[in-house]
C-alpha cells in the first residue's frame, strides 16, 4: 500500500509548509522559534521530529496541530490552507481531524478510562467505540479505572486511545514516552505503530531520543528553529526493537 | 505585572505581596464579603449608639418628662403638692388641648393639640427648641409656635396666620414661632398607624391665652413630670394618681406609652436585632471562604512550602506568612467596611430625620464599635485560615516537594449516581467534582443560599409592613374619616354626621379611658365599645378575621392579655377614669392576636350599659364620597362639637408615598448586601474550579471542543448549585424573615410574617444574575487561556 502511494502522480500531502516562522514577544527580547521551515508530509508517514530542547520542533507540531498559529509563511492540509484560519475554525479542524497525545497524558481525573474516550467519541462524527479504541492500546481489561487508579504507561495509552477514537486524519504526539521509563515507553510506542498501520492516521512524534527515530517512515531533525537534516528511512523497526 | 518592590522587604514578603497579586480578584471578593459584614455592625451599632445618645442628649437638655399626668382640670396651686411627691425632680403643669386647623389650601381638616408654654421663662419639664421665631408674648391669645413639620408641610413661615378651633371656638393664630420638641420626635396622631405632617399638628401658645381659651383659667389639665436620678417610676404614679384622683385623673403614665418614644424606642430594638444578624452572616461566610481559598493556595504552593521548610524556615514562618496573607484581605475589609459603614450610616441618619425629629441627628460611632469590629473581623479570618495554615505547618518537607498525586475519583461517596449511562462525559465531570468535594460543593450552595435567604430576609420586611398597612386599612378601618367629639354626645349627634354632605356609611363607637387591673397588674388603656356588626372600624385578627365582642364580655388583644396575665373566662376589674368613674367586672371573653395596636373591645350597648349611660357615643366612623368630601370637611371644619377629624385614606396615601420614596434606598441596600455574598462565594468557588481544571479544560480544547462546550463544565457546576441554592435559600429566607418578625416585634405591632412571591421572584433573580455575572468574569479568563503553555506545565 505504502508503495503504491509513492508511485502515485503529485498525491496532495497531508501537510505542506512554506517559510513558516514564529516569533513569541517582539524587540530585543523576541525569541525566534520557527526561522522559516519547508515541509512536506505525505499522508499515512509515521513522522519522528527529532531535536534538543528549544529546537522549535513543539512551536511547529502545535502550529500543525491548529493550537497556535505561525508568525509568517503558510501552511497547507491536504491542500486547503490553514495559515488564515479563524479560532472556531481551528477548534473545528481539531475537532474534526487531530488527535493529541501529549507528555503528561492530560487525563480527566473524573473520568474512568472508558469515559475519557467517551469524552471524544460523543463529539466525533464516525467514532471507534470508547471499547474497541481501548483495546487498540491493550487496555480492554482497565476500563472503569480512573487515572489515579493507572500506571503512567496505562495513562498514556489511555490518552492514546482518546487521541484515535474519532478516527483522526493526523496523530500528533508531543514527547509521548518523556514521563515513561524505557519499557513502558516502548509499549505505548507500539501502541502509536499499532494505530498508525491499521487507522492509517498521519502520525507525528516528537522526541529528544534519537532512538525513536529508527521506528519512523520519515525522520526530520530540528535545530535552532529550523530543519537541518530530514530522511527518510528504507527499513522500520519494530518498537520492540529498540531500547535505552 | 511586576510590582516595583523596594529591598527593604524581605523576600517571604514580597512573595506575599505578589501572591496576593495573583489573587486579587480572589481576595478583593473576600475583602468585599468582610466589609459587607463590618459595614452592616458598623451602621447597626453606629446608629444604634448614635440614635440613642442623641435621644439621650435631647431629652436630657430639653428636660423630657418621665411621667405624665392628665386631669379634667385641677387648680394651679397643686404644682407645689406633686413638686413635693418624693422622687419629682422637677414638675410642671399645663394645659393641653385639641384642636382643628383649617390650613389655607387645604380643604381637608387637620388636627391636633396645643399646649401652654409658661409665660414667663421656659417650662421646667418638656422645653421646646426654637427653630426659628420667638415664644409668645405673655397674654397674646393671637400668637403661637409651630411644630417644625407641620410648618414645613404647609410652607408656615413667621408671620403667617393658622386659623384654628379650639374648645368649640374659632382662633386666629400668628406663626412666631417655628420649634421641635423632645415630646414630637416622632410627630404622630394619638391612635394613629402612620405618621402624616400635613394632617397633624402641634402648636405652643402662652399659659394665659390658651386657659382662657380652653376654659382652664387659673387650673391646668396636665402635670409633667421628672423624675430624680434612682427614683421609682411607680411610686410617683400612683402619689399622682392618688393627688389627681379628685380632679378626673384618668392615671398617670410613664415613658413607655408616650407614643413619640415608643416609636424611637421600637426602632432602636429592631437596629439591635438587625446588628445581631446581620455582621455574623457576613463573617461566617468570609471565615468559610478564607478556608476555601488559602487551602487552594496552599495547595498549589506545596512545593514552595516544603522549599522554604527545607531551607530552614520554621513552621511558625509558614504559619506567620500565610496569616500576614489573611491580614491584608482582613484589614482591607476592615477599611472598606468602615468607610461603606459610615457613608452608609451618614445616609441613614438623614433618611431616619425624615421620620424622627431631632434638632441634631449626626451619626457617630464609638471608637469601641470599630474596636470590637476589628477583633470580631480578625477573629472570623483567622478562625478561617486557622485549619489550612495548620495543615500547611504540618507538612514534611520532602513530602510537600513531590507534586501532589492526582485526585482520587473512585472512592468518593455518591459516585455511582454519576455512573448513569445517560449522563455525557461533560455533565458527569460536573457531578463527580460535586461528589468528590462534597464540603466545597455545599459551602458554596450554602453559600448562594445565605445571599438569597438574606435577600429575602430582608426584603420580607417590605412586603410585611404592606400587608400590616393593608389589613389595617383595608381589613380593619375601612372608614375613610374618624370624628371625635369633644364631649361624649347622644346617638342623634351621630345620626346628624351621617346626615352631613357626602357620607356614605356611618359607625358609632363609645370609648372610654379606664384602668385594667388583674390582681397587681395594671394596664391603662382606652375601652372601645363598638356595634355588633361593624363594617368600617373593627379588631382584625392575624387571620384577617374580624373578631366580633361576644356578649357581655371584652376582647382583649394579645399583648395586653400577656401583660395582664389574663384568659378567657378570667375576669378584670374595670376602673373607668372618667365620667362617673365608675368601677366593674367584666369577664374577658377572647384574646386575639392583631398586627397593630392594643386595645380593649366591647359591644357599645353593653359599654353605655356598664357606665349607666344612654345610647351615648364619642364619635363616628364614616365612608365619604369623594366628589362631596370638600363639603363635608368644610362643615366639620365649622363644627364646634368636633374635637378631631383622622382622614384614614389620606393618611395611608402619603404614608405609601413616603415608603414609595424610600423603597429604592432599602431595596439597593438589601440587594448590595446579598449580592455581596453571592459575588464573594460564586467569584471564588468558580475561580478555583478554574484554577484546578484549567489543565482539564484546555485539553478539552485541544482535543476540539468548542469555548461553549468547555464553558459548560466550568460554569456547569455554580449553575447546578446554584439551582440547588434557590430552593435552600428560599427556606432560610423564610427561616430569617420569621425569626426576624418574632424579633421585632413589639407592643407596638406584631410584624406579620408574610413573603410576597415577587419577593422570592426577586431574590431568585438577584442570585441568579449576580451568579452568572460572576462566572462569566471567570470565564473570560477561558477564553485568554495559553492552551499551549498549559499543556506544557506539569501542574
Known amino acids: 500500500m505504502r508503495e503504491n502511494r509513492a508511485a502515485a502522480p503529485a498525491p496532495v500531502p497531508c501537510f505542506e509548509t512554506s517559510g513558516l516562522t514564529k516569533v513569541y514577544g517582539s524587540g530585543p527580547t523576541a525569541v525566534h522559534a520557527l526561522r522559516g521551515v519547508d515541509l512536506v508530509l505525505p499522508e499515512r508517514e509515521l513522522v ?57 497524558y492530560n487525563l480527566m481525573a473524573s473520568l474512568t478510562a472508558r469515559e475519557n474516550v467517551a469524552l471524544v467519541t460523543e463529539i466525533a462524527e464516525q467514532p471507534l467505540s470508547p471499547e474497541e479504541a481501548l483495546a487498540m492500546v491493550g487496555l480492554e481489561h ?103 | ?135 409668645p408674648q405673655p397674654g397674646r391669645r393671637d400668637e403661637a409656635v409651630v411644630l417644625e413639620s407641620f410648618a414645613n408641610a404647609h410652607d408656615l413661615d413667621i408671620g403667617d396666620i393658622v386659623p384654628a378651633t379650639i374648645h368649640g371656638g374659632r382662633e386666629n393664630l ?81 415613658r413607655d406609652e408616650h407614643i413619640s418614644d415608643r416609636f424611637v424606642s421600637s426602632e432602636l430594638e429592631q437596629l439591635g436585632t438587625m446588628g445581631n444578624v446581620l455582621p455574623p452572616i457576613f463573617l461566617l461566610v468570609a471565615a468559610f471562604l478564607v478556608n476555601v481559598v488559602i487551602s487552594r493556595l496552599i495547595a ?28 491584608v484581605m482582613g484589614a482591607l475589609g476592615c477599611v472598606i467596611g468602615v468607610g461603606a459603614g459610615i457613608w452608609l450610616g451618614r445616609s441613614m441618619a438623614s433618611l431616619y430625620t425624615e421620620y424622627y425629629r431631632f434638632p441634631f441627628l449626626v451619626f457617630q460611632a464609638d471608637s469601641r464599635v470599630y474596636v470590637v469590629v476589628a477583633a470580631i473581623t480578625a477573629l472570623a479570618v483567622g478562625g478561617g485560615a486557622a485549619f489550612a495554615v495548620r495543615r500547611a505547618a504540618r507538612l514534611e518537607p520532602a513530602t510537600a516537594m513531590t507534586p501532589a498525586p492526582p485526585p482520587d475519583y473512585s472512592k468518593a461517596i455518591g459516585t455511582r449516581i454519576t455512573n448513569l449511562r445517560v449522563l455525557d462525559q461533560q455533565t458527569r465531570m460536573i457531578l463527580r467534582q460535586i461528589v468528590r468535594f462534597p464540603a466545597r460543593a455545599a459551602f458554596t450552595t450554602v453559600g448562594v443560599a445565605v445571599s438569597g435567604g438574606l435577600l429575602i430576609g430582608t426584603m420580607f420586611f417590605l412586603d410585611a409592613v404592606e400587608e400590616m398597612i393593608d389589613v389595617y386599612f383595608d381589613v380593619a378601618n375601612r372608614h375613610d374619616v374618624q370624628v371625635t367629639f369633644v364631649e361624649p354626645r347622644s346617638r342623634s349627634a351621630y345620626f346628624e354626621l351621617l346626615r352631613a354632605p357626602g357620607v356614605l356609611d356611618g359607625e358609632p363607637y363609645r370609648t372610654v379611658a379606664a384602668r385594667l387591673r388583674h390582681g397587681h397588674l395594671e394596664e391603662r388603656v382606652g375601652l372601645t365599645g ?155 468557588s468558580v475561580q478555583i474550579s478554574f484554577a484546578e481544571r484549567a489543565r482539564e479544560l484546555a485539553s478539552l480544547r485541544v482535543l476540539g471542543f468548542t469555548r461553549a462546550e468547555v464553558s459548560y463544565i466550568l460554569l456547569g457546576e455554580i449553575a447546578f448549585l446554584t439551582l440547588l441554592a434557590l430552593p435552600l435559600g428560599a427556606a432560610l429566607g423564610s427561616g430569617l424573615a420569621w425569626s426576624l418578625a418574632q424579633a421585632m416585634s413589639s407592643d407596638l405591632f406584631r410584624i406579620p410574617f408574610v413573603i410576597e412571591p415577587a419577593t422570592y421572584g426577586y431574590a431568585g433573580v438577584v442570585v441568579i444574575v449576580v451568579t452568572a455575572a460572576s462566572g462569566l468574569i471567570v470565564r473570560r479568563k477561558l477564553d485568554r487561556m495559553d492552551l499551549v503553555a498549559v499543556l506544557k506545565s506539569r501542574e
Request: hydrophobic share 45%.
Open chain 2, 530 to 684: 363598638l356595634p355588633l356588626d361593624a363594617r368600617l372600624s373593627r379588631m382584625i385578627d392575624t387571620a384577617e378575621r374580624p373578631i366580633v365582642p361576644p356578649p357581655g364580655g371584652l376582647v382583649l388583644s394579645r399583648d395586653l392579655a400577656d401583660k395582664l396575665r389574663v384568659e378567657p373566662g378570667d375576669v378584670l376589674r374595670v376602673e373607668v377614669t372618667e365620667g362617673r368613674r365608675p368601677v366593674l367586672d367584666v369577664p374577658v371573653a377572647a384574646v386575639t392576636t392583631t398586627y397593630l395596636g392594643s386595645g380593649a373591645h366591647i359591644r357599645i350597648e353593653e359599654l353605655n350599659r356598664l357606665l349607666r349611660e344612654g345610647p351615648v357615643v364619642s364619635g363616628a366612623f364614616l365612608t365619604v364620597d369623594d366628589a362631596a368630601a370638600v363639603a363635608l370637611y368644610r362643615e366639620l371644619k365649622a363644627a364646634p362639637a368636633v374635637a378631631s377629624v383622622a382622614l384614614q385614606t389620606l393618611a395611608r396615601r402619603n404614608f405609601t408615598a413616603t415608603m414609595d420614596r424610600n423603597l429604592g434606598t432599602s431595596i439597593f441596600i438589601y440587594t448590595a448586601f446579598a449580592a455581596l455574598i453571592a459575588i464573594g462565594v460564586v467569584y471564588n
Open chain 2, 174 to 254: 400668628t406663626v412666631v414661632g417655628v420649634a421641635l420638641s423632645p415630646e414630637h420626635v416622632y410627630a404622630i396622631a394619638p391612635g394613629q398607624l402612620v405618621p402624616d405632617d400635613r394632617l397633624y399638628g402641634v402648636l405652643w401658645m402662652g399659659r394665659d391665652a390658651l386657659a382662657q381659651i380652653a376654659d382652664q383659667d387659673g387650673a391646668f389639665n396636665e402635670a409633667v413630670v421628672r423624675l430624680a436620678y434612682g427614683a421609682s417610676e411607680t411610686a410617683v404614679i400612683d402619689a399622682l394618681d392618688a393627688l389627681l384622683d379628685r380632679y378626673g385623673t384618668p392615671g398617670a403614665y410613664g
Open chain 2, 300 to 327: 498549589t504552593e506545596r512545593s514552595e512550602i516544603g522549599l522554604m521548610k527545607a531551607f530552614g524556615y520554621t513552621d511558625r514562618d509558614v504559619v506567620v506568612h500565610y496569616l500576614k496573607l489573611v491580614s
Open chain 2, 1 to 135: 505585572m511586576r510590582l516595583p518592590l523596594p529591598t527593604l522587604i524581605s523576600a517571604l514578603d514580597r512573595k506575599l505581596l505578589r501572591d496576593l497579586w495573583g489573587m486579587k480578584g480572589q481576595a478583593l471578593a473576600i475583602a468585599f464579603v468582610i466589609a459587607g459584614g463590618v459595614a452592616s455592625a458598623v451602621v447597626a451599632q453606629g446608629m444604634l449608639q448614635s440614635l440613642a445618645e442623641t435621644r439621650r442628649a435631647y431629652y436630657e437638655r430639653y428636660r423630657f418628662a418621665h411621667v405624665w399626668a392628665p386631669v379634667v382640670r385641677a387648680p394651679n396651686s397643686l404644682l407645689e403638692d406633686i413638686r413635693a411627691i418624693p422622687g419629682v425632680q422637677a414638675a410642671e403643669t399645663r394645659i393641653r388641648a385639641p384642636a382643628l386647623f383649617d390650613m389655607p389650601g387645604m380643604e381637608e381638616p387637620a388636627t391636633g393639640e396645643i399646649f401652654s408654654l409658661p409665660d414667663f421663662g421656659e417650662p421646667a419639664v418638656n422645653e421646646i427648641h426654637l427653630v426659628r421665631g420667638r415664644r
Open chain 1, 142 to 244: 482497565r476500563l472503569d479505572h480512573f487515572p489515579s487508579q493507572l500506571s503512567g504507561g496505562e495513562q498514556q495509552r489511555v490518552a492514546i486511545a482518546r487521541a484515535i477514537a474519532k478516527r483522526p486524519s493526523v496523530l500528533l504526539c508531543d514527547e509521548p514516552t518523556g514521563a515513561l521509563d524505557s519499557a513502558t515507553g516502548i509499549r505505548v510506542l507500539e501502541a502509536i505503530k499499532n494505530v498508525n498501520e491499521t487507522m492509517g492516521a498521519t502520525t507525528l512524534v516528537i522526541t529528544h531520543n534519537a532512538t525513536v527515530a529508527d521506528m519512523a517512515d520519515r525522520v526530520i531533525v530540528f535545530s535552532d528553529g529550523r530543519v537541518r537534516e530530514e530522511h527518510v528511512n528504507e527499513a522500520r523497526k519494530d518498537p520492540k526493537e529498540l531500547s535505552w
Open chain 1, 48 to 104: 519522528v521530529l527529532l531535536g534538543a530542547s528549544g529546537s522549535g520542533k513543539s512551536t511547529l507540531l502545535n502550529i500543525l496541530g491548529g493550537l497556535d498559529r505561525a508568525t509568517s509563511g503558510r501552511l497547507f492540509f491536504r491542500g486547503q490552507e490553514l495559515t488564515y484560519a479563524t479560532p472556531s475554525e481551528l477548534t473545528e479542524y481539531r475537532r474534526r481531524h487531530v488527535g493529541f497525545v501529549f507528555q503528561f
